[in-house]
Protein backbone atom coordinates (compact mmCIF):
# COMPACT_ATOMS: atom_id res chain seq x y z
CA UNK A 1 0.00 0.00 0.00
CA UNK A 2 1.06 3.47 -0.61
CA UNK A 3 0.85 6.47 1.50
CA UNK A 4 1.47 10.13 1.69
CA UNK A 5 3.31 11.71 5.02
CA UNK A 6 2.54 15.55 4.92
CA UNK A 7 5.04 18.14 6.48
CA UNK A 8 3.99 21.07 8.26
CA UNK A 9 5.40 21.65 11.30
CA UNK A 10 7.78 19.11 11.33
CA UNK A 11 10.33 19.45 9.04
CA UNK A 12 12.93 16.96 10.24
CA UNK A 13 13.39 13.11 9.41
CA UNK A 14 14.48 11.97 12.68
CA UNK A 15 12.00 10.93 15.42
CA UNK A 16 8.87 11.79 13.73
CA UNK A 17 5.77 10.27 14.66
CA UNK A 18 3.71 10.65 11.11
CA UNK A 19 6.97 9.25 9.04
CA UNK A 20 7.75 6.46 11.46
CA UNK A 21 3.69 5.28 11.44
CA UNK A 22 3.91 5.42 7.33
CA UNK A 23 7.45 3.55 6.85
CA UNK A 24 6.24 0.68 9.57
CA UNK A 25 2.40 0.15 7.99
CA UNK A 26 2.95 0.79 4.20
CA UNK A 27 5.26 -0.37 1.60
CA UNK A 28 5.86 3.23 -0.39
CA UNK A 29 5.62 6.01 1.43
CA UNK A 30 5.92 9.34 -0.61
CA UNK A 31 6.55 13.02 1.57
CA UNK A 32 5.20 16.19 0.48
CA UNK A 33 5.04 19.94 1.62
CA UNK A 34 3.24 23.00 0.48
CA UNK A 35 3.49 26.29 0.47
CA UNK A 36 0.58 27.47 1.62
CA UNK A 37 -0.34 30.40 -0.72
CA UNK A 38 -3.45 31.52 1.38
CA UNK A 39 -0.39 31.95 3.60
CA UNK A 40 2.22 33.05 1.99
CA UNK A 41 0.47 35.75 -0.37
CA UNK A 42 0.17 38.31 2.77
CA UNK A 43 3.26 38.29 3.87
CA UNK A 44 5.87 40.64 3.18
CA UNK A 45 8.52 40.25 0.00
CA UNK A 46 11.65 39.49 2.65
CA UNK A 47 9.79 37.28 5.16
CA UNK A 48 12.26 35.97 7.83
CA UNK A 49 9.95 33.16 8.30
CA UNK A 50 9.88 31.98 4.61
CA UNK A 51 13.72 32.05 4.49
CA UNK A 52 13.66 29.71 7.47
CA UNK A 53 11.24 27.41 6.00
CA UNK A 54 12.65 27.51 2.15
CA UNK A 55 16.35 26.50 3.80
CA UNK A 56 14.66 24.19 6.11
CA UNK A 57 12.94 22.34 3.29
CA UNK A 58 16.05 22.39 1.43
CA UNK A 59 17.43 20.54 4.28
CA UNK A 60 14.51 18.41 4.93
CA UNK A 61 14.95 17.25 1.15
CA UNK A 62 18.51 16.59 1.84
CA UNK A 63 17.87 14.45 4.43
CA UNK A 64 15.46 12.17 2.80
CA UNK A 65 17.55 11.69 -0.39
CA UNK A 66 20.28 10.48 2.00
CA UNK A 67 17.74 8.11 2.94
CA UNK A 68 17.27 7.15 -0.82
CA UNK A 69 13.79 9.15 -0.50
CA UNK A 70 12.76 12.88 -1.67
CA UNK A 71 10.34 15.70 -0.83
CA UNK A 72 7.79 16.63 -3.34
CA UNK A 73 7.44 20.21 -3.00
CA UNK A 74 3.85 21.95 -4.36
CA UNK A 75 2.12 25.31 -4.13
CA UNK A 76 -1.43 26.01 -3.33
CA UNK A 77 -4.41 24.73 -0.96
CA UNK A 78 -3.43 22.50 0.89
CA UNK A 79 -7.20 21.38 0.56
CA UNK A 80 -6.81 21.05 -3.09
CA UNK A 81 -3.44 20.01 -3.36
CA UNK A 82 -3.29 17.39 -1.02
CA UNK A 83 -6.15 15.26 -2.17
CA UNK A 84 -5.15 15.60 -5.73
CA UNK A 85 -1.57 14.45 -5.12
CA UNK A 86 -2.81 11.69 -2.71
CA UNK A 87 -5.21 10.39 -5.57
CA UNK A 88 -1.94 10.81 -8.61
CA UNK A 89 0.09 8.60 -6.30
CA UNK A 90 -2.76 6.35 -5.29
CA UNK A 91 -2.14 6.87 -1.60
CA UNK A 92 -4.47 4.88 0.80
CA UNK A 93 -3.75 7.22 3.86
CA UNK A 94 -2.16 10.58 4.66
CA UNK A 95 -0.20 11.30 7.55
CA UNK A 96 0.26 14.03 9.30
CA UNK A 97 1.37 15.54 12.97
CA UNK A 98 -1.65 17.06 14.87
CA UNK A 99 -1.99 21.08 14.80
CA UNK A 100 -3.71 22.71 17.65
CA UNK A 101 -4.08 25.93 16.52
CA UNK A 102 -8.19 26.35 16.32
CA UNK A 103 -7.50 27.13 11.88
CA UNK A 104 -5.72 24.46 11.95
CA UNK A 105 -7.68 21.93 13.20
CA UNK A 106 -10.51 23.18 11.12
CA UNK A 107 -8.52 22.71 8.00
CA UNK A 108 -7.58 19.51 8.76
CA UNK A 109 -11.35 18.47 9.88
CA UNK A 110 -12.11 19.86 6.26
CA UNK A 111 -9.12 17.61 4.74
CA UNK A 112 -10.27 14.51 6.76
CA UNK A 113 -14.18 14.40 5.28
CA UNK A 114 -12.41 15.60 1.09
CA UNK A 115 -10.06 12.08 1.77
CA UNK A 116 -12.71 10.18 3.32
CA UNK A 117 -14.85 11.30 0.56
CA UNK A 118 -12.57 9.62 -1.44
CA UNK A 119 -11.94 6.44 0.15
CA UNK A 120 -8.83 7.34 1.70
CA UNK A 121 -7.50 7.72 5.22
CA UNK A 122 -6.60 10.53 7.64
CA UNK A 123 -4.30 9.96 10.36
CA UNK A 124 -3.29 12.80 12.61
CA UNK A 125 -0.69 11.93 15.48
CA UNK A 126 0.49 13.67 18.54
CA UNK A 127 4.32 15.11 17.28
CA UNK A 128 4.84 18.30 18.65
CA UNK A 129 3.62 18.16 21.81
CA UNK A 130 4.75 15.31 24.67
CA UNK A 131 1.40 15.23 26.36
CA UNK A 132 -1.86 17.08 24.75
CA UNK A 133 -4.95 18.47 26.22
CA UNK A 134 -6.29 15.51 27.67
CA UNK A 135 -3.60 13.63 28.73
CA UNK A 136 -2.58 16.36 31.69
CA UNK A 137 -5.71 16.45 34.14
CA UNK A 138 -6.60 17.53 37.74
CA UNK A 139 -7.16 14.83 40.10
CA UNK A 140 -11.02 15.60 39.63
CA UNK A 141 -10.16 14.93 35.71
CA UNK A 142 -10.35 18.45 35.08
CA UNK A 143 -7.76 20.86 32.81
CA UNK A 144 -5.32 23.04 35.18
CA UNK A 145 -5.47 26.67 34.96
CA UNK A 146 -2.57 27.53 36.73
CA UNK A 147 1.11 26.24 35.63
CA UNK A 148 3.08 24.79 38.76
CA UNK A 149 0.23 22.27 39.90
CA UNK A 150 0.07 21.89 36.12
CA UNK A 151 4.00 21.07 35.62
CA UNK A 152 3.82 18.91 39.09
CA UNK A 153 1.26 16.42 37.37
CA UNK A 154 3.23 16.76 33.87
CA UNK A 155 6.01 15.63 35.48
CA UNK A 156 4.27 12.97 37.40
CA UNK A 157 2.63 11.69 34.75
CA UNK A 158 6.18 11.61 32.13
CA UNK A 159 7.63 9.52 35.66
CA UNK A 160 4.91 7.04 34.96
CA UNK A 161 4.97 6.48 31.85
CA UNK A 162 8.71 7.45 30.44
CA UNK A 163 7.83 5.99 27.37
CA UNK A 164 6.28 8.91 26.08
CA UNK A 165 10.14 9.79 25.31
CA UNK A 166 10.73 6.97 23.24
CA UNK A 167 12.29 8.24 19.50
CA UNK A 168 10.07 7.15 16.33
CA UNK A 169 13.17 6.22 14.55
CA UNK A 170 12.69 6.71 10.84
CA UNK A 171 16.48 5.69 9.05
CA UNK A 172 16.23 1.72 9.81
CA UNK A 173 12.58 1.44 7.97
CA UNK A 174 14.40 3.82 5.20
CA UNK A 175 13.62 0.59 2.32
CA UNK A 176 9.77 1.60 2.44
CA UNK A 177 10.61 5.03 1.21
CA UNK A 178 9.84 6.07 -2.59
CA UNK A 179 13.01 6.51 -4.28
CA UNK A 180 13.36 10.00 -5.84
CA UNK A 181 12.42 10.06 -9.69
CA UNK A 182 15.51 12.22 -10.31
CA UNK A 183 17.67 15.14 -8.97
CA UNK A 184 16.29 17.78 -6.38
CA UNK A 185 13.75 20.35 -8.27
CA UNK A 186 12.97 22.76 -5.52
CA UNK A 187 11.77 25.99 -6.32
CA UNK A 188 14.03 28.67 -5.49
CA UNK A 189 12.54 31.84 -2.75
CA UNK A 190 12.56 33.95 -6.46
CA UNK A 191 9.96 30.92 -7.74
CA UNK A 192 7.97 31.79 -4.66
CA UNK A 193 7.51 35.01 -5.26
CA UNK A 194 10.01 36.24 -2.41
CA UNK A 195 13.27 38.21 -2.45
CA UNK A 196 16.54 36.22 -2.20
CA UNK A 197 18.11 36.25 1.13
CA UNK A 198 19.83 33.98 4.12
CA UNK A 199 17.50 32.53 6.92
CA UNK A 200 17.45 34.83 10.16
CA UNK A 201 19.28 31.59 12.30
CA UNK A 202 20.69 28.35 11.10
CA UNK A 203 18.08 26.59 9.85
CA UNK A 204 17.23 22.83 9.12
CA UNK A 205 17.65 19.79 11.79
CA UNK A 206 21.26 20.77 11.55
CA UNK A 207 20.97 24.41 12.28
CA UNK A 208 18.66 23.04 15.26
CA UNK A 209 21.41 20.37 16.18
CA UNK A 210 24.36 22.97 16.09
CA UNK A 211 22.29 25.58 18.65
CA UNK A 212 21.65 22.99 20.97
CA UNK A 213 24.91 21.59 21.53
CA UNK A 214 26.17 25.23 22.08
CA UNK A 215 23.09 25.32 24.44
CA UNK A 216 23.83 22.48 26.28
CA UNK A 217 27.28 23.30 26.75
CA UNK A 218 25.88 26.77 29.05
CA UNK A 219 22.83 25.07 30.41
CA UNK A 220 24.06 24.89 33.60
CA UNK A 221 23.61 28.37 34.16
CA UNK A 222 20.63 29.02 32.38
CA UNK A 223 18.61 29.61 35.78
CA UNK A 224 20.76 33.04 36.23
CA UNK A 225 21.85 34.18 33.16
CA UNK A 226 18.38 33.88 31.17
CA UNK A 227 16.65 37.01 32.92
CA UNK A 228 19.82 39.32 31.17
CA UNK A 229 19.19 40.05 27.65
CA UNK A 230 23.17 41.21 27.04
CA UNK A 231 24.31 37.06 27.89
CA UNK A 232 22.32 36.09 24.99
CA UNK A 233 22.18 32.68 26.89
CA UNK A 234 19.01 31.11 26.29
CA UNK A 235 18.81 28.50 23.45
CA UNK A 236 16.87 30.48 20.33
CA UNK A 237 15.67 26.94 19.87
CA UNK A 238 12.04 28.43 19.86
CA UNK A 239 12.16 28.80 15.88
CA UNK A 240 13.18 25.47 15.45
CA UNK A 241 10.19 24.34 17.51
CA UNK A 242 7.89 26.28 15.81
CA UNK A 243 8.75 24.51 12.41
CA UNK A 244 9.52 20.76 14.00
CA UNK A 245 13.23 21.01 12.67
CA UNK A 246 13.93 19.48 16.18
CA UNK A 247 11.98 17.20 18.15
CA UNK A 248 10.57 18.35 21.64
CA UNK A 249 11.01 14.77 22.68
CA UNK A 250 14.93 14.81 21.87
CA UNK A 251 14.74 18.28 23.78
CA UNK A 252 12.85 17.04 26.69
CA UNK A 253 14.73 13.82 27.12
CA UNK A 254 18.38 15.50 26.88
CA UNK A 255 17.43 17.74 29.45
CA UNK A 256 15.86 15.40 31.70
CA UNK A 257 19.22 13.36 31.45
CA UNK A 258 21.27 16.39 32.45
CA UNK A 259 18.71 16.69 35.65
CA UNK A 260 18.74 13.48 36.35
CA UNK A 261 22.47 13.02 36.18
CA UNK A 262 23.49 16.52 37.61
CA UNK A 263 25.28 17.18 34.57
CA UNK A 264 22.82 19.86 33.44
CA UNK A 265 23.84 21.99 37.32
CA UNK A 266 20.71 24.00 38.24
CA UNK A 267 20.14 25.26 35.08
CA UNK A 268 18.56 22.15 33.29
CA UNK A 269 15.93 21.93 35.18
CA UNK A 270 14.44 25.47 34.82
CA UNK A 271 14.90 25.19 31.05
CA UNK A 272 12.69 21.81 31.51
CA UNK A 273 10.22 24.17 33.27
CA UNK A 274 9.82 26.09 30.14
CA UNK A 275 9.63 23.33 28.15
CA UNK A 276 6.44 22.53 30.06
CA UNK A 277 5.01 26.34 29.59
CA UNK A 278 4.95 25.31 25.90
CA UNK A 279 3.20 22.42 26.51
CA UNK A 280 0.77 24.56 29.28
CA UNK A 281 -0.20 27.03 26.46
CA UNK A 282 -1.00 24.88 23.79
CA UNK A 283 -3.38 22.92 26.26
CA UNK A 284 -4.70 26.30 27.15
CA UNK A 285 -5.67 27.59 23.22
CA UNK A 286 -6.59 23.63 22.54
CA UNK A 287 -9.40 23.66 25.21
CA UNK A 288 -9.96 27.50 25.37
CA UNK A 289 -10.36 28.38 21.38
CA UNK A 290 -11.74 31.57 22.78
CA UNK A 291 -8.67 33.09 23.69
CA UNK A 292 -7.51 33.70 20.54
CA UNK A 293 -9.53 37.03 20.48
CA UNK A 294 -11.15 37.15 23.96
CA UNK A 295 -9.83 37.28 27.59
CA UNK A 296 -9.23 33.91 29.20
CA UNK A 297 -11.13 35.29 32.05
CA UNK A 298 -14.49 36.24 30.66
CA UNK A 299 -14.57 39.25 33.40
CA UNK A 300 -11.33 40.85 32.03
CA UNK A 301 -13.45 41.86 28.43
CA UNK A 302 -15.11 44.56 30.21
CA UNK A 303 -11.65 46.19 30.03
CA UNK A 304 -12.22 49.69 28.41
CA UNK A 305 -8.67 49.83 26.03
CA UNK A 306 -7.48 53.50 24.75
CA UNK A 307 -8.71 54.02 21.34
CA UNK A 308 -8.46 56.83 18.43
CA UNK A 309 -6.17 58.82 16.96
CA UNK A 310 -4.07 59.38 20.16
CA UNK A 311 -3.84 55.67 21.40
CA UNK A 312 -2.87 55.58 17.29
CA UNK A 313 0.02 57.27 17.87
CA UNK A 314 1.06 55.85 20.73
CA UNK A 315 1.05 52.56 19.34
CA UNK A 316 3.13 53.46 16.51
CA UNK A 317 5.87 55.24 18.88
CA UNK A 318 5.72 51.22 20.91
CA UNK A 319 6.28 49.31 17.40
CA UNK A 320 8.85 51.77 16.08
CA UNK A 321 10.63 52.21 19.24
CA UNK A 322 10.13 55.81 19.73
CA UNK A 323 8.59 55.63 23.19
CA UNK A 324 11.40 56.90 25.26
CA UNK A 325 11.94 54.52 27.76
CA UNK A 326 15.50 52.88 26.34
CA UNK A 327 14.57 49.34 27.38
CA UNK A 328 11.18 49.04 25.88
CA UNK A 329 13.36 50.74 22.83
CA UNK A 330 16.01 48.63 21.99
CA UNK A 331 13.82 45.15 22.54
CA UNK A 332 11.51 47.03 20.10
CA UNK A 333 14.83 47.06 17.48
CA UNK A 334 16.10 43.79 18.37
CA UNK A 335 12.69 42.79 17.13
CA UNK A 336 12.06 44.93 13.91
CA UNK A 337 15.91 44.17 12.68
CA UNK A 338 15.76 40.12 13.86
CA UNK A 339 12.68 39.18 14.42
CA UNK A 340 13.96 38.47 17.86
CA UNK A 341 13.42 39.20 21.49
CA UNK A 342 14.40 38.14 24.56
CA UNK A 343 11.86 36.86 27.18
CA UNK A 344 12.34 38.98 29.68
CA UNK A 345 11.87 41.85 27.22
CA UNK A 346 8.62 40.18 25.87
CA UNK A 347 7.65 40.90 29.22
CA UNK A 348 8.40 44.58 29.61
CA UNK A 349 7.25 45.62 26.39
CA UNK A 350 3.90 43.83 26.41
CA UNK A 351 3.43 45.40 29.84
CA UNK A 352 4.62 48.56 28.99
CA UNK A 353 1.90 48.60 25.77
CA UNK A 354 -1.27 47.27 27.86
CA UNK A 355 0.02 49.03 31.53
CA UNK A 356 1.87 52.09 30.64
CA UNK A 357 0.24 52.70 27.26
CA UNK A 358 -2.94 51.42 28.21
CA UNK A 359 -3.67 49.83 24.72
CA UNK A 360 -5.33 46.47 23.95
CA UNK A 361 -3.05 43.52 24.13
CA UNK A 362 -4.83 41.96 20.92
CA UNK A 363 -2.63 44.95 18.75
CA UNK A 364 0.33 44.29 20.65
CA UNK A 365 0.00 40.39 20.01
CA UNK A 366 -0.75 40.79 16.52
CA UNK A 367 1.96 43.15 16.13
CA UNK A 368 4.59 40.65 17.46
CA UNK A 369 2.60 37.60 15.33
CA UNK A 370 4.00 39.63 12.68
CA UNK A 371 7.65 40.15 13.19
CA UNK A 372 8.53 37.46 15.41
CA UNK A 373 10.60 34.43 13.83
CA UNK A 374 8.93 31.96 16.31
CA UNK A 375 5.71 33.46 16.53
CA UNK A 376 3.44 30.70 17.50
CA UNK A 377 -0.26 31.34 18.26
CA UNK A 378 -0.47 29.49 21.53
CA UNK A 379 2.90 30.95 23.33
CA UNK A 380 2.55 34.33 21.80
CA UNK A 381 -1.26 34.58 23.33
CA UNK A 382 -0.36 32.80 26.43
CA UNK A 383 2.66 35.60 27.34
CA UNK A 384 0.63 38.37 25.96
CA UNK A 385 -2.32 37.65 28.02
CA UNK A 386 -0.19 37.09 31.21
CA UNK A 387 1.75 40.60 30.61
CA UNK A 388 -1.81 42.37 30.11
CA UNK A 389 -3.41 39.75 33.39
CA UNK A 390 -6.09 39.17 31.66
CA UNK A 391 -5.11 35.53 30.90
CA UNK A 392 -4.49 31.98 32.84
CA UNK A 393 -2.25 32.39 35.22
CA UNK A 394 -1.15 35.62 35.04
CA UNK A 395 0.78 38.18 36.76
CA UNK A 396 -1.98 39.86 39.11
CA UNK A 397 -3.17 43.18 37.48
CA UNK A 398 -1.93 45.46 40.85
CA UNK A 399 1.55 44.40 39.75
CA UNK A 400 2.71 46.56 37.55
CA UNK A 401 6.04 46.80 35.51
CA UNK A 402 8.06 49.83 35.99
CA UNK A 403 10.26 49.79 32.83
CA UNK A 404 12.69 51.92 34.68
CA UNK A 405 13.11 49.68 37.24
CA UNK A 406 12.94 46.68 34.94
CA UNK A 407 15.82 47.89 32.94
CA UNK A 408 18.24 48.57 36.21
CA UNK A 409 17.52 45.00 37.30
CA UNK A 410 18.53 43.24 34.02
CA UNK A 411 20.24 45.45 32.08
CA UNK A 412 22.08 47.22 34.75
CA UNK A 413 25.29 48.20 32.52
CA UNK A 414 23.12 49.30 29.58
CA UNK A 415 24.73 47.14 27.47
CA UNK A 416 21.60 45.78 25.25
CA UNK A 417 20.04 49.35 25.17
CA UNK A 418 23.56 50.65 23.32
CA UNK A 419 23.51 47.51 21.02
CA UNK A 420 19.91 48.55 20.12
CA UNK A 421 19.74 52.06 20.57
CA UNK A 422 22.66 53.92 18.76
CA UNK A 423 21.54 57.24 19.69
CA UNK A 424 22.62 56.53 23.61
CA UNK A 425 25.72 54.87 22.94
CA UNK A 426 27.73 57.31 25.01
CA UNK A 427 25.81 57.26 27.88
CA UNK A 428 27.06 55.52 31.02
CA UNK A 429 25.14 53.02 33.09
CA UNK A 430 23.74 55.71 35.37
CA UNK A 431 22.40 57.68 33.00
CA UNK A 432 21.11 55.27 30.02
CA UNK A 433 17.73 53.93 31.60
CA UNK A 434 16.04 57.41 32.35
CA UNK A 435 18.05 59.78 30.28
CA UNK A 436 14.74 62.70 31.00
CA UNK A 437 16.35 62.65 34.46
CA UNK A 438 19.89 63.71 33.03
CA UNK A 439 20.56 67.36 32.79
CA UNK A 440 20.55 68.66 29.09
CA UNK A 441 23.93 69.76 29.77
CA UNK A 442 25.77 66.12 30.56
CA UNK A 443 23.59 64.56 27.69
CA UNK A 444 24.67 67.35 25.48
CA UNK A 445 28.30 66.68 26.49
CA UNK A 446 27.65 63.06 25.34
CA UNK A 447 25.80 63.88 22.36
CA UNK A 448 22.38 63.79 22.65
CA UNK A 449 19.46 65.81 22.56
CA UNK A 450 16.01 64.61 23.81
CA UNK A 451 13.16 64.88 21.32
CA UNK A 452 16.14 65.11 18.28
CA UNK A 453 18.36 62.37 18.87
CA UNK A 454 15.96 60.18 21.53
CA UNK A 455 12.74 60.92 22.39
CA UNK A 456 11.30 62.39 25.41
CA UNK A 457 9.00 59.66 26.97
CA UNK A 458 5.17 59.55 25.35
CA UNK A 459 3.53 58.59 29.15
CA UNK A 460 4.48 59.47 32.38
CA UNK A 461 4.89 56.16 34.28
CA UNK A 462 3.44 56.84 37.59
CA UNK A 463 0.51 58.71 36.21
CA UNK A 464 0.19 55.64 33.65
CA UNK A 465 0.00 53.60 36.52
CA UNK A 466 -2.66 55.29 38.48
CA UNK A 467 -4.77 55.02 35.01
CA UNK A 468 -4.42 51.18 34.51
CA UNK A 469 -5.33 50.54 38.57
CA UNK A 470 -8.55 52.67 37.26
CA UNK A 471 -9.04 50.63 34.29
CA UNK A 472 -8.72 47.18 36.24
CA UNK A 473 -11.39 48.41 39.21
CA UNK A 474 -14.20 47.05 36.61
CA UNK A 475 -12.44 43.94 37.07
CA UNK A 476 -12.02 44.07 40.51
CA UNK A 477 -15.42 44.60 40.71
CA UNK A 478 -16.74 41.97 38.55
CA UNK A 479 -14.61 38.99 39.88
P1 LIG B 1 14.69 29.33 25.92
O1 LIG B 1 14.81 30.19 27.14
O2 LIG B 1 15.90 28.59 25.49
O3 LIG B 1 13.50 28.31 26.20
C1 LIG B 1 13.42 27.03 25.54
C2 LIG B 1 12.07 26.86 24.89
O4 LIG B 1 11.04 26.80 25.87
C3 LIG B 1 11.68 27.98 23.95
O5 LIG B 1 12.28 27.82 22.70
C4 LIG B 1 10.17 27.83 23.92
O6 LIG B 1 9.76 26.81 23.05
C5 LIG B 1 9.86 27.37 25.34
N1 LIG B 1 9.49 28.52 26.16
C6 LIG B 1 10.29 29.33 26.86
N2 LIG B 1 9.58 30.26 27.54
C7 LIG B 1 8.29 30.04 27.22
C8 LIG B 1 7.07 30.65 27.59
N3 LIG B 1 7.03 31.70 28.44
N4 LIG B 1 5.93 30.18 27.06
C9 LIG B 1 5.94 29.12 26.21
N5 LIG B 1 7.06 28.49 25.83
C10 LIG B 1 8.22 28.94 26.33
N6 LIG B 1 7.42 31.79 22.44
C11 LIG B 1 7.28 31.28 21.21
O7 LIG B 1 7.81 30.20 20.92
N7 LIG B 1 6.52 31.92 20.26
C12 LIG B 1 5.90 33.11 20.52
O8 LIG B 1 5.22 33.64 19.63
C13 LIG B 1 6.06 33.68 21.80
N8 LIG B 1 5.50 34.89 22.10
C14 LIG B 1 5.65 35.41 23.36
C15 LIG B 1 5.02 36.64 23.67
C16 LIG B 1 5.13 37.19 24.95
C17 LIG B 1 4.45 38.50 25.27
C18 LIG B 1 5.89 36.51 25.93
C19 LIG B 1 6.03 37.09 27.32
C20 LIG B 1 6.52 35.30 25.63
C21 LIG B 1 6.40 34.73 24.35
N9 LIG B 1 7.04 33.51 24.02
C22 LIG B 1 6.85 32.97 22.77
C23 LIG B 1 7.78 32.74 25.03
C24 LIG B 1 9.31 33.02 25.10
O9 LIG B 1 9.54 34.39 25.17
C25 LIG B 1 10.09 32.44 23.92
O10 LIG B 1 9.75 31.08 23.74
C26 LIG B 1 11.60 32.52 24.16
O11 LIG B 1 11.99 33.85 24.36
C27 LIG B 1 12.33 31.93 22.95
O12 LIG B 1 13.71 32.02 23.13
P2 LIG B 1 14.60 30.71 23.35
O13 LIG B 1 14.24 29.65 22.36
O14 LIG B 1 16.02 31.16 23.38
O15 LIG B 1 14.08 30.26 24.78
Same mark, same amino acid.
Given at each position: ?63 ? *??? !?????? *? +? ?73 ? $? ?9 ? =?????? #? ?55 ? *? ?55 ? $?? =???? *? ?15 ? /? ?19 ? $? ?10 ? +? ?11 ? /? ?55 ? #????? !? ?67
Amino acid at each position: SNSLVWFRRDLRAFDHAALHRALTTSNCVYCVFVYDRDILDPLPRDDRRVRFIHASIASLDAEL *RRL !GAYLIV *R +QGRPLDVIPALAAELEADAVLVGSDYEPDAVERDARMNARLEADGRKFFSLKDQVIFEKEEVLTLAKGPFSVFTP $YKNAWLKRLAA =MPETLA #SYPVDQYADAFAPPPGPPALPSLEELGFEPGEPPLPAGMEGAEELFERFVGHIADYG *RARDFPSENCTSRLSTHLRFGTTSIRHLVRTAQQMVVTGAGGPGASVWLSELIWRDF $YS =MILA *RNPHVVTRSFKPAFDAL /AWESGEEADALFAAWCEGRTG $YPLVDAAMAQLN +QTGFMHNRLRMVT /ASFLTKDLGIDWRRGERYFALKLNDYELASNNGGWQWAASTGCDAQPWFRIFNPVSQ #SLRFD !GQGEFIREWVPALERLGAKEIHAPWLVGDAVLAEKGVVLGRDYPLPVVEHDQARKKTLERFSVVKKAV
